[in-house]
């Protein structure tokens, strides 16, 4: 399984960013695709989620009605709009993925976490 994530910068506070992230290698149509990040002295964050079965989505509470997660047609790229970024949005950003059951549902709790892609650096300027 491989990912391939891009599409950090730099932005000034308000502005807007998308991140995307591309999977191979499943055997079959049963995975999650999640963003975590990362900030400076912090812990790491589950941001988003979606399940290429279900097509359920979920965004944590601190970004949501801000960011919005998408797929493409074929559920193997998602992307993550970023709109009225703040500075405490700043943070190296990891797409993250893993095999699901068939009756998985994105949530906080059942964030995927096996195979991490390289992270890439988002920093709002104030």
């Known amino acids: 399984v491989q990912l391939q994530a891009s599409g950090g910068g730099l932005v000034q506070t308000g502005g807007s960013l998308r991140l995307s992230c591309s999977v191979s290698?499943?055997?079959?149509?049963?995975?999650?695709i999640a963003w975590f990040r990362q900030a400076p002295g912090k812990e790491y964050e589950g941001i988003s989620c979606?399940?290429?079965?279900?097509?359920?989505?979920w965004l944590t509470d601190s970004v949501r009605g801000r960011f919005t997660i998408t797929s493409n047609s074929a559920k193997n790229t998602v992307y993550l709009q970023m709109n009225g970024l703040r500075p405490e949005d700043t943070a190296l950003y990891y797409c993250?993925?893993?095999?699901?059951?068939?009756?998985?549902?994105?949530?906080?709790?059942?964030?995927?976490?096996?195979?991490w892609g390289q992270g890439t650096q988002v920093t709002v300027s104030s």
């Open positions: 290698g499943f055997d079959d149509d049963d995975y999650a």
């Open positions: 979606f399940s290429s079965r279900s097509g359920s989505t």
């Open positions: 993250v993925t893993e095999e699901v059951p068939e009756t998985y549902f994105c949530s906080e709790r059942t964030l995927p976490g096996d195979r």
